[in-house]
């Protein structure tokens, strides 16, 4: 049967995290295809956070704004999501505890808090509870729950684990028992074989398998989970994880750990990344390759420090005085996460150049099960004078002039000559020079040359209806899967859309082929200013009819995108 | 190994006179004695006149950005543990600009060695105060004499666990290679400030001003590894300045504790064919 | 003045339990006795869990940038030097990325003082290592445990020449109180740092942990003034952690030397009609 | 009679400066109008620096290419600077001490190093010998040099006046005895009563003027006399300057102190507003006024120091994460400086926003005499609720919502009320929120209507000869003075410009009507991506035909534009 949303909303520290990862992994149990946002907030707790999972029988990639089954673990979560809440829906609450004596009809209690007490004796199992309850309204099957709590609280303390089956057969049992409508059925499905992971842990392995051995970062919501799943798995790959004083070490200890050879990345969000953008500087000055990833959040200053936005293009494009090549991916996808890390650490390497990989909030923590990885899709492709190579290498000059203006990177320590490399302006040998003619150079190798190349690898946009439709939606990052089923939802295929996964270069040829003749163009954005619609315009020359932006610091919902596309389109 | 494998051909561009020559020098010296040969040495600077020195020496360079010498050389020295890291660098670059990460890296104690040339100004942009010019000083920029408190970085150092502080002063050429050699030695942070005439913009803080004033700690009355005399002995500034091994102090090294020093130097991994299926396993 | 004029209607979104409601209670306590009214006080603060303390009580507040508090606490007094200064900060906000601001404004010696809520731990960010995380702490990043020397800041606050190094405890509420209220007296940058229970993230330095542990220094038996013995004491730390005024050293402070002592507070400038004659006569 | 360029050029620390401020101000007695500008080296000793002035009998503003006069302060300015001397031209220099022996038409052969120790015993007297000759060559006259002597050593020890005196004498009798040509002649002029300064000396008045009590900076070229100059009247005027211990301070510290109501300024260059970028937004968010001057030079990195480029127009104009309201003026002259500075501080203050004065090497270093200031022509206008009315308030917001978008501004301890100011979104009052709603209000209190009163108010664009003009120069910054001269050498007026001295809000109206119709438009730019064409592009839609770069670290000089634009207008 259909699609349905359930809505886990409390406090900070009540568990909705808990109680959405584990429903999302028994659906998964269950062959569903699942997609799951995150909605909290700067507090560790108390405040009213949200885990939201919308489950459905062929995959699905956005979220939608109503819910069919809202958790309320506590009053104010009642108050705060009851008016969005679909027709059907209800809403799970415990009435006596939140002392609400009202009956109605959206309401479907469950004593959860007292069932808690009587199968595990604490509070902190009304979770399990509900977790129980979902498996009983969707007919999910106990077994798969159980399963799911056993690998949870394997190798944890006896005892807790059985204390947990039980408070889900509680909730289990109460579902059933009292709440007969089989509207929320869930069926078996396909997708029993995916992985669930969110885009930060798809760039983590994107890295791990790219060959980084050095990650440095200064902890910054919403990028932080990227390295802790690389620490977690640190120790197998021999990486070394170093948490940075502040930004502009880390972008400094990259760089140095580039510089002696090793594959380096560091992950921030706006402000942290505006700390490190004199040392994005020194990359390009220095050719030295770094992979940065900018995961972004509301600004200016601190802001919105756990939600979404899409406002820094301009400012990752333009990152950086003076003139220098730099790329900058924008996966709209997690797949698109992994396989875009790890060329950008192919690509950084060979043009030896700082390359970014622009996300945000809503990409970072959605989860979703997606097919499995093909991890030799992209393959580790390496620009740097062997070790072997540097054996018979002599007059080594660093920065020697080519025509691709890509001079051979040599590895200190292998070669026989040393290598020297220089911040300021420098000679081939890498020295300070004052030399006119040769800045000239110098300018046309690290900018003009680098940049034709990077140029003719662009990541080719993702296209959909191109063809047929009459409105094309223009979108990058996160945006991507609203506007794909949005796109859908026009069965005559008038609607169609663009997604860039890469925004610099901006691929110019591309969109000039693909918005050929189209009338209405309308970009989709996460930010205020429309910045990718003016940077179209800019590059390409061509203009939006109009954008869709939305920067409240929550992420499109397919109805609010579906809204506004009915209003332009006429 | 001899003083003309080390040779630069980039022209030096410090004034005639600058104690940085010293210095040079100095570090040449050193080298010489500890063997290496000039492809297994990185040097690593900011920006400043200090900072020039790596171009001047024929060995790895690293010359970064004002301030960030260190980072850049604890990122390098952590993928390839086998160089030999040393870091020339301003009282400017690495006590104003670059604070930060001083006291960080002190902490982080990977096995590098920093030589900070201490003109007490900023000599590259022409003569504004540093965190070492001393009280009074003027320039265009303090028009009335510096007001703020001196660093006391050789104090603070060692309040942060650094196992080798020590002084320098760049005319004492043979002392210099010495510490510098020991610096070098020491496995961890080695900070050496060295005492460094700027002929043109300090005129307070000459070779005669603190000819006047160096002297040798006597290695055979002073225990460096006795903190509490290591404090009294760093805090000594005016008539009397000592020069030498100041604190010293062995320990384990980020190398032994992150491990490091358990597996080849990162830059030797392959990775070319990394399997990640038992992470996948994991996440799933 | 009493305790409700300094009352916020701000929610406050610290965890219950959270050792950053004692400093929050001590702080008022200390105002009311400091006799001020809230508009003549500033609140200063960085981002984290501390730094959200000034929306929590009734004073001007800049909540600023993550490590910023200390320069803009700054300006801020150099621009009116009739407001009272105090800055709140977390131990990442003032000792990671706020480092260097922390050495400098120390030298600078503004009549300032800084109530650094030491939890040993990155709080808002969900418990990352903090400089002042112990050695061998695990946490998601640190997943072997913490490898970097645990900075220590009284100690180098003194090597610094910062004239007033103390620390409290959260839970020790009058204690606290009357130590900010000497820290605001002294006439020039204070340093008190607060042991801070993190109920959420911090499992080993509990409110447990420290009670067993802390002490208050006698001030019969004790003289602050006295610098080694500070070293001695600022560096205790294990079975025993000291509490109260560590060292305290009176001197010019960055208005007196400045000359800001002998003028009206820049705010109170009037601007309109300012004469540029003589400097263009100079100049040409 | 005409007019005539003088370049001084030796090693760095022989004195090219001292002899080039001294002429200038020799040639500003006689009246005659100057421009100098600077080519020195990031060294302090050695290598080869030059003092270039050109001297006119009308107002010129820039710089030529091939000298009239060279003075040679060491043999290897020979050989460097023989190439641009025009077909009049000479050096003037020390065969014997050079050990040059070759009797050269050119050569205007001078013993002034052993002139210099027969009349003041010491090498360093070359320089006054030097002055000495130029006021023979050119009958600026004897007593005009030695008035200048005589001010520059007033106060100076005893006895060196003097000494200067017999060498400048020295020096000027040789030139009349040995030069007898008059064709270096120079005549007196009208601009006696011209003021001798650049743009950073203009910056620091304007500075002065607009009230400016707080300035805080980390010493970079080429923006560090303007702390010098501020600095030196700090006295008279109760300013603090304080150095910081890195730019991130200087930008906290500013904005603290324009929290705590004083007028503040930072000024610095690329590297070090790199590191700013993340206190501008914070003053963005927390509507802090600030003004922050960026003397741009040649990047990435540490680049060139000493030397100039324009190359951090898109850099400046999207610094900081998030979306806010900022300014940008991109003065094109010395008078443009200082009244711009002025207006920057209004700005900042109405619109309690970043407002940046971008300059470059080239204007910051370059003299020039310019008429008497107007003191009077932008006043110094308040929006901050003043103490008097400060005293009356109550209930006092920090943030309260308006229609323009500005709130108005207290001074804490002023107001009976406390002030809240914060850098998460926030509510009215100041304190942290994690509202939807609020925040749209927020982003279209700080960005949408700020922008839209900052549009209201930009600096007209000033334009030259556009009616007839088949071609149009397109500029900001310190190409003014390049494009005018080189319009104004197109009798037949078919030559135009168009300046831009105000680059943000960009001038899209404005720019619309000067720019219709016209089909030959080139952007005139100091750097290697043609920037602003592309900026015209984004923000207006207009195309330039083609852009004149220049990226080699040296400012366009007269023949260099010109050659371009004779091929590029056919
Ligand atoms: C971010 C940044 N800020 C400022 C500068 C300008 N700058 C270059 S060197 C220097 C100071 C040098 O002083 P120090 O480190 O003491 O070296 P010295 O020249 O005295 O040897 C400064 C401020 C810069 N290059 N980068
Ligand atoms: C430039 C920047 N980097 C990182 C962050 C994320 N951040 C916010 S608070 C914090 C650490 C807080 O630790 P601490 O100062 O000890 O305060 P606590 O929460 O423990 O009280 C970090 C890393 C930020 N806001 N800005
Ligand atoms: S300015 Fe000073 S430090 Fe720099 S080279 Fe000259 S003498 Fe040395
Ligand atoms: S996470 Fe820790 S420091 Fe933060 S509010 Fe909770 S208990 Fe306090
Ligand atoms: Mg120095
Ligand atoms: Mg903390």
């Not at chain 1, 060329?343 to 945000?360: C, G, R, S």
């Not at chain 1, 315009?537 to 596309?565: H, N, Q, T, W």
């Not at chain 2, 670059?98 to 003109?119: F, S």
């Not at chain 2, 060692?158 to 020590?166: A, E, P, Y």
């Amino acid at each position: 049967m259909g699609e349905l949303t359930i809505k886990i909303a409390g406090e900070a520290g009540q568990g909705t995290q808990t109680i959405g990862t584990a429903l999302c992994a028994m659906f998964k149990k269950l062959g569903r295809y699942i997609f799951a946002n995150q909605d909290y907030m700067s507090r560790v707790r108390g405040g009213n956070n949200f885990f939201q999972l919308r489950i459905c029988d062929k995959p699905v990639q956005a979220l939608k704004a109503k819910a069919d089954i809202l958790i309320a673990l506590d009053k104010k979560s009642v108050d705060l999501h009851r008016a969005v809440i679909t027709e059907r829906g209800i809403i799970i609450l415990d009435k006596a505890k939140f002392g609400i004596a009202d009956d109605e009809k959206i309401f479907f209690d469950v004593p959860f808090y007292r069932m808690a007490q009587d199968s595990g004796g604490s509070d902190i199992y009304i979770n399990t509870v509900c977790c129980g309850v979902i498996a009983g309204l969707t007919g999910a099957g106990f077994e798969r729950l159980e399963e799911v709590i056993q690998e949870a609280f394997a190798g944890k303390e006896e005892g807790i684990s059985g204390k947990n089956v039980s408070a889900a057969r509680a909730g289990y049992d109460f579902a059933k028992n009292n709440f007969k409508d089989e509207k929320f059925r869930q069926v078996p499905g396909p997708a029993k074989e995916t992985l669930l992971m969110n885009a930060n842990e798809a760039i983590a392995l994107g890295a791990i398998k790219a060959g980084c051995k050095f990650y440095s970062a200064y902890p910054m919501t919403p990028s932080t989970s990227i390295m802790d799943t690389i620490s977690r798995f640190s120790g197998k790959f021999n990486i070394v994880v170093e948490q940075a004083e502040d930004e502009i070490a880390a972008v400094n200890m990259i760089i140095g750990a580039s510089f002696a050879g090793a594959r380096s990345m560091a992950a921030t969000s706006g402000g942290g990344f505006a700390l490190m953008v004199e040392g994005v500087s020194l990359s390009g000055m220095t050719e030295t390759p770094i992979v940065i990833v900018e995961a972004q959040r509301p600004a200016p200053a601190t802001g919105f420090p756990t939600r979404t936005e899409q406002a820094d293009l301009d400012f990752v494009i333009h990152a950086g005085h003076g003139e220098f090549a730099k790329a900058v991916y924008s996966p709209g996808t997690i797949e698109e996460a992994f396989y875009l890390t790890l060329k950008a650490f192919n690509l950084a390497e060979k043009y030896q150049i700082p390359v970014f990989i622009m996300t945000d909030q809503h990409l970072a923590d959605s989860l979703r099960n997606i097919e499995p990885l093909d991890l030799n899709k992209v393959g580790v492709q390496r620009y740097i004078i062997s070790k072997e190579d540097s054996a018979k290498l002599s007059g080594y000059k660093r920065y020697v002039l080519t025509p691709s203006g890509i001079s051979p990177r040599a590895v200190p320590g292998w070669i026989n000559d040393v290598v020297y490399a220089d911040s300021d302006e420098h000679t081939e040998e890498g020295h300070i020079t004052e030399d006119a003619a040769l800045r000239v150079k110098m300018v046309e190798k690290r900018f003009y040359k680098k940049m034709a190349g990077l140029v003719q690898e662009i990541e080719k946009p993702t296209v959909f209806n191109l063809e047929k439709a009459d409105t094309v939606l223009l979108g990058f990052g996160s945006t991507y899967g609203v506007m794909q089923e949005a796109c859908e939802t026009f069965a005559d295929g008038s609607l169609g859309f663009v997604h860039l996964a890469q925004v610099w270069p901006f691929p110019v040829t591309e969109l000039s082929l693909l918005l050929k003749g189209k009338k209405n163009i309308i970009s989709v954005e996460n930010n205020a200013a429309g910045q990718l619609g003016k940077l179209l315009m800019r590059e390409a020359g061509i203009k939006v009819s109009c954008s869709v932006l939305r920067y409240d610091g929550r992420p499109f919902d397919l109805e609010y995108l579906l809204e506004r596309i009915k209003e332009l389109k006429g | 190994m001899n003083i003309n494998d080390f040779k630069s051909n980039d022209e030096i561009t410090w004034c005639p006179g600058c104690g940085d020559f010293g210095i040079l020098n100095s570090l040449k010296k050193a080298l010489v004695t500890l063997g290496k040969e000039p492809k297994d040495i990185l040097l690593v600077s900011g920006i400043g006149q200090a900072a020039k020195l790596p171009h001047y020496i024929k060995c790895n360079c690293f010359n970064g950005l004002h301030g960030r010498a260190l980072p850049a050389a604890a990122g390098a020295k952590i993928a390839n543990r086998s160089l030999t890291v040393i870091i020339t660098t301003g009282d400017g670059d690495c006590y104003g600009e670059g604070g930060n990460h001083l006291i960080h890296n002190i902490r982080r104690n990977l096995d590098i060695t920093v030589i900070v040339h201490n003109n007490q100004i900023y000599g590259l942009t022409k003569g504004q105060a540093s965190p070492t010019t001393d009280l009074g000083y003027k320039t265009k920029v303090q028009t009335n004499g510096v007001i703020l408190e001196p660093m006391h970085a050789l104090e603070m150092a060692i309040t942060l666990g650094c196992g080798f502080v020590s002084r320098g002063y760049s005319k004492d050429s043979d002392h210099l290679a010495w510490l510098i050699g020991e610096g070098i030695k020491h496995k961890g942070f080695s900070l050496i400030e060295v005492l460094q005439p700027c002929v043109t913009y300090n005129k307070k803080n000459t070779y005669e001003w603190y000819s006047q004033r160096v002297y040798k700690i006597d290695s055979n009355s002073y225990n460096p590894g006795d903190k509490a005399a290591a404090f009294q002995k760093a805090g000594e500034w005016g008539d009397k300045i000592p020069t030498g091994v100041i604190y010293r102090q062995d320990g384990e090294s980020y190398e032994d504790r992150s491990g490091l020093n358990n597996i080849p130097p990162l830059v030797e991994e392959k990775i070319e064919n990394i399997d990640l299926s038992a992470c996948l396993k994991e996440l799933s």
